[in-house]
């Protein structure tokens, strides 16, 4: 850059290119470290973003149109004995709970935001500026470059991934099973986790799956034909939407529950330097309540309002300041992460005595009235606003 920037975002995926557009509103001159991605086969993924990250990326004008949004009206949550939980935005007084955003669209709308934004630089390395951002996902190089810890449990799990098209329309209705499966080697079943989300814009009989099994399980599942899988997939799900055509490739990856030990800190070596984690850089949640791209967007947004409110005096790379982030987000960041796990470790547990006690606790939320509202409200987002322009 001829001059150097305010802030380099190290990550230029969606929460990287996201900061980047709202730091260059401020008048911010920024960096953003784009290293293209090896990956050789197509992104199957699709996030399930909240009202306040719908919020975010509308400002930014980035809002994805068409059939690559989903609005999602219901969700349905089954237990492994009859237990179910049932969460529509009509019982809240709001059109949606959430929608499905298309990955690669998303993120295209952004690229080309960042280019027609002067004050954003797109470069293939870092380089030196008073605050360095980390968004590179939970395999950051950077954050081992600065020896930050990343405490990671390990879940007994793998995430099969997946897009298919459905003999009967979705009609915007998340699904969610918790259930057994039986694995390869194995005498005894094992927990799992089906969810089927809606893609395709209202009407649409497209979904993405994601489907949290045990490794072994996920091996048998990535090496059925395309066909017998469908089949599996459909019989596991109780035909909810008939039969089922795979459209896309499967993936598969490790869940994980982690957290950067610190989220700020000095750059080694340098006075006037400091760096913040962000995203998945951060943190990483089990998928089963949908909230991690939500929860990196909700870095985004905090860390550019303790910048907007900062004294006129402090530097971008005051650790005084950049600790307010800090507490704000690993506070929430926390509460989801324990949430997300103690659910995950609850339907995990065998016997007649813990299936009988979480379908019970599930019938007995979804009578719950206000509580069962609150905890909807907050899995929306409805209570966070995105910093002002």
Same mark, same amino acid.
């Given at each position: 850059?001829?001059?150097?920037?305010? *802030?380099?975002?190290?990550?230029?995926?969606?929460?990287?290119?996201?900061?980047?557009?709202?730091?260059?509103?401020?008048?911010?001159?920024?960096?953003?470290? @784009?290293?293209?991605?090896?990956?050789?086969?197509?992104?199957?993924?699709?996030?399930?973003?909240? *009202?306040?990250?719908?919020?975010?990326?509308?400002?930014?004008?980035?809002?994805?149109?068409?059939?690559?949004?989903?609005?999602?009206?219901?969700?349905?949550?089954?237990? @492994? =004995?009859?237990?179910?939980?049932?969460?529509?935005?009509?019982?809240?007084?709001?059109?949606?709970?959430?929608?499905?955003?298309?990955?690669?669209?998303? %993120?295209?709308?952004?690229?080309?935001?960042? =280019?027609?934004?002067?004050?954003?630089?797109?470069?293939?390395?870092?380089?030196?500026?008073?605050?360095?951002?980390?968004?590179?996902?939970?395999?950051?190089?950077?954050?081992?470059?600065?020896?930050? #810890?990343?405490?990671?449990?390990?879940?007994?799990?793998?995430?099969?991934?997946?897009?298919?098209?459905?003999?009967?329309?979705?009609?915007?209705?998340?699904?969610?099973?918790?259930?057994?499966?039986?694995?390869?080697?194995?005498?005894?079943?094992?927990?799992?986790?089906?969810?089927?989300?809606?893609?395709? %814009?209202?009407? %649409?009989? @497209?979904?993405?799956?994601?489907?949290?099994?045990?490794?072994?399980? #996920?091996?048998?599942?990535?090496?059925?034909?395309?066909?017998?899988?469908?089949?599996?997939?459909?019989?596991?799900?109780?035909?909810?939407?008939?039969?089922?055509?795979?459209?896309?490739?499967?993936?598969?990856?490790?869940?994980?529950?982690?957290?950067?030990?610190?989220?700020?800190?000095?750059?080694?070596?340098?006075?006037?330097?400091?760096?913040?984690?962000?995203?998945?850089?951060?943190? #990483?949640?089990?998928?089963?309540?949908?909230?991690?791209?939500?929860?990196?967007?909700?870095?985004?947004?905090?860390?550019?309002?303790?910048? =907007?409110?900062?004294?006129?005096?402090?530097?971008?790379?005051?650790?005084?300041?950049?600790?307010?982030?800090?507490?704000?987000?690993?506070?929430?960041?926390?509460?989801?992460?324990?949430?997300?796990?103690?659910?995950?470790?609850?339907?995990?547990?065998?016997?007649?005595?813990?299936?009988?006690?979480?379908?019970?606790?599930?019938?007995?939320? @979804?009578?719950?009235?206000?509580?069962?509202?609150?905890?909807?409200?907050?899995?929306?987002?409805?209570?966070?606003?995105?910093?002002?322009?």
């Amino acid at each position: 850059m001829a001059t150097q920037p305010d *802030i380099c975002i190290r990550g230029a995926g969606i929460v990287g290119r996201t900061l980047a557009l709202l730091l260059a509103r401020e008048r911010l001159r920024v960096a953003l470290v @784009d290293v293209p991605s090896t990956a050789q086969t197509p992104d199957v993924r699709a996030y399930s973003l909240n *009202i306040a990250a719908q919020s975010l990326l509308q400002d930014l004008r980035c809002w994805p149109e068409g059939t690559a949004v989903t609005p999602v009206h219901q969700m349905q949550v089954f237990g @492994d =004995q009859g237990g179910a939980l049932t969460f529509g935005a009509q019982d809240l007084g709001v059109g949606e709970l959430n929608w499905m955003v298309d990955v690669p669209v998303l %993120g295209a709308r952004l690229a080309a935001a960042v =280019q027609f934004q002067p004050l954003i630089e797109v470069v293939d390395a870092p380089v030196a500026a008073p605050l360095t951002v980390v968004c590179e996902g939970r395999a950051s190089q950077t954050r081992a470059e600065l020896v930050v #810890a990343f405490d990671i449990t390990a879940y007994p799990q793998h995430a099969v991934a997946t897009r298919l098209s459905c003999e009967q329309p979705h009609g915007g209705v998340a699904r969610q099973w918790f259930g057994w499966g039986q694995v390869p080697g194995l005498s005894e079943p094992q927990a799992d986790i089906l969810a089927l989300l809606p893609l395709g %814009g209202e009407g %649409g009989h @497209d979904v993405a799956l994601v489907w949290s099994v045990h490794p072994g399980r #996920a091996s048998q599942l990535l090496a059925m034909p395309g066909d017998e899988f469908a089949d599996t997939l459909s019989q596991a799900s109780h035909f909810a939407l008939g039969r089922m055509t795979l459209t896309a490739e499967r993936a598969v990856w490790p869940l994980q529950l982690a957290r950067a030990e610190r989220w700020i800190g000095p750059m080694p070596g340098q006075s006037k330097q400091a760096f913040a984690l962000a995203g998945d850089a951060a943190h #990483a949640l089990h998928p089963l309540a949908g909230q991690g791209l939500n929860v990196g967007l909700a870095d985004v947004a905090e860390l550019v309002r303790v910048i =907007q409110s900062k004294e006129f005096w402090r530097p971008l790379h005051d650790l005084k300041l950049l600790r307010r982030y800090e507490r704000a987000r690993q506070a929430d960041v926390q509460a989801m992460g324990w949430v997300t796990d103690n659910l995950q470790r609850l339907f995990a547990q065998p016997g007649p005595v813990w299936q009988n006690l979480r379908n019970w606790g599930m019938r007995g939320f @979804d009578c719950s009235g206000p509580l069962k509202h609150w905890m909807t409200r907050q899995a929306m987002g409805a209570n966070h606003n995105p910093p002002s322009a």
